[in-house]
């Protein structure tokens, strides 16, 4: 099945402690993207990438690192994280860059810092 | 957790009835829109998109209409079910750019 995978769906932790929220698609895509979804202010993209290697900021990379080794895999770390980063977190997926095709998105990561 | 519904406009609709979602987006050099469902617990799911050269789509039970002139997008669903409920986001992209600008969203609400 074709599909993009979070890990993990639920995350608790506190102030400061280093995290990593897995990514992975199967669909060979070029193009993966990180967002954050908070009520009131929508999804906001904070990092993408168009290929391996190449990686790039969106709209909030602030607090964020990623990484694109691999074609499959781009995860998202927090090296300290703070409670302004608790957010549910969306990775997604696309064949044809932004502009074409739509995304595929994975279920989503509650992360809560306190 | 809080859920992403809050502080959304809502749309509460009866079964069977047409539903009509409106988006105004941002930038008059976006060429190309997608309008997106996300169920509760849920990541976005892809419904249906269309390109500036066009007025109108349509998918299975939706219609997607684009009006450049005022820069407003709507989505149509017709003979809504309860499981259309969730919210509806419309996004937006220039193309040569990597970036899907999401709007707020509509929760739309549909009783049985």
């Known amino acids: 099945e074709a599909q993009v995978t979070q890990n993990p769906r639920y995350l608790i932790t506190v102030t400061g402690k280093k995290l990593t929220v897995t990514c992975s698609q199967n669909m060979n895509h070029e193009y993966m993207s990180w967002y954050r979804q908070d009520p009131g202010l929508g999804l906001r993209q904070i990092y993408y990438s168009m290929n391996v290697e190449v990686t790039d900021k969106g709209d909030v990379p602030e607090g964020y690192k990623v990484s694109r080794k691999e074609k499959r895999n781009f995860p998202l770390i927090l090296e300290s994280p703070s409670p302004n980063q608790t957010s549910l977190y969306f990775c997604?997926?696309?064949?044809?860059?932004?502009?074409?095709?739509?995304?595929?998105f994975g279920s989503g990561t509650r992360l809560t810092v306190v | 957790g809080e859920s992403v519904g809050l502080h959304l406009p809502t749309l509460s609709v009866q079964e069977g009835d047409n539903s009509i979602i409106n988006c105004a987006y941002s930038n008059s050099a976006s060429d190309y829109f997608i309008w997106y469902k996300q169920e509760s617990g849920k990541g976005p799911q892809f419904i249906i998109d269309?390109?500036?050269?066009?007025d109108k789509r349509q998918g299975q039970r939706v219609t997607v209409l684009l009006n450049k002139t005022v820069k407003h997008l709507s989505l149509q669903i017709a003979a809504t079910q309860p499981g259309d409920s969730a919210v509806y986001f419309c996004?937006?992209?220039?193309?040569?750019?990597?970036?899907?600008?999401f709007g707020k969203g509509t929760m739309l609400l549909v009783s049985p």
């Open positions: 996004a937006e992209n220039i193309e040569g750019y990597s970036t899907l600008t």
């Open positions: 269309i390109r500036s050269n066009m």
């Open positions: 997604a997926s696309s064949s044809m860059g932004a502009g074409g095709g739509g995304y595929t």
